[in-house]
T-cell receptor, first 115, second 111 residues
Framework: DTGVSQDPRHKITKRGQNVTFRCDPI?????LYWYRQTLGQGPEFLTYFQNEAQLEKSRLLSDRFSAERPKGSFSTLEIQRTEQGDSAMYLC?????????????FGSGTRLTVV | AQSVTQLGSHVSVSEGALVLLRCNYS??????LFWYVQYPNQGLQLLLK??????LVKGINGFEAEFKKSETSFHLTKPSAHMSDAAEYFC?????????FGTGTSLTVIP
């Protein structure tokens, strides 16, 4: 296993379009997280899953955002009716268990540009 | 509530000079603290972490950080900067379910 994979690496979309990103975590990790990083800022928490259950969602995750992890393996993050303010790097991370950040591994991210 | 503050959004050092990146934290419980590095268009790579063991934590690439409870600080240091250290550095605190990141410090290394 080579780490957390995210696809695509880059996405350019027109305002109003829907986009979907995929994250494949490290296979034995049961926790999966999504973060958003805007230019010049640190990553901000969006949501996390334990297996297929979505346990927490940030206020940043508006109604236009939805995340799924249907079989407790890969996850998708969909943004509907994209806005220019959605332009950011979307980072996925996984970890083997609840803990003090042990084994928390980030993917390389998907950079979204909304034009 | 958990939060971190990174003092100095940009730091420049000469190659071979000491690197000091500052981080102060706020936590209502004993904190778990981390430093991550991010290269352009890349994800985050863990440099080191403090999880209530030794207060001086050694990480990768010659970096280390000291947890000082009295000062609520977790500053990152490296004795001698290398050109390859040029990157964005993030301090973070964890509450076991998520990370709270600082706004980052961009390190420039001058040859």
């Amino acid at each position: 296993d080579t780490g957390v994979s995210q696809d695509p690496r880059h996405k350019i979309t027109k305002r109003g379009q829907n986009v979907t990103f995929r994250c494949d975590p490290i296979s034995e990790h049961n926790r999966l997280y999504w973060y958003r990083q805007t230019l010049g800022q640190g990553p901000e928490f969006l949501t996390y899953f334990q297996n297929e259950a979505q346990l927490e969602k940030s206020r940043l995750l508006s109604d236009r955002f939805s995340a799924e992890r249907p079989k407790g393996s890969f996850s998708t993050l969909e943004i509907q009716r994209t806005e220019q303010g959605d332009s950011a790097m979307y980072l996925c991370a996984s970890s083997p268990r609840q803990g003090a950040g042990d084994g928390y591994t980030f993917g390389s991210g998907t950079r979204l540009t909304v034009v | 509530a958990q939060s971190v503050t990174q003092l100095g959004s940009h730091v420049s050092v000469s190659e071979g000079a000491l690197v000091l990146l500052r981080c102060n934290y706020s936590s209502s419980v004993p904190p778990y603290l981390f430093w991550y590095v991010q290269y352009p268009n890349q994800g985050l790579q863990l440099l080191l972490k403090y999880t209530s063991a030794a207060t001086l934590v050694k990480g990768i690439n010659g970096f280390e950080a000291e947890f000082k409870k009295s000062e609520t600080s977790f500053h990152l240091t490296k004795p001698s900067a290398h050109m390859s250290d040029a990157a964005e550095y993030f301090c973070a605190v964890s509450d076991r379910n998520q990370f709270y990141f600082g706004t980052g410090t961009s390190l420039t290394v001058i040859p």
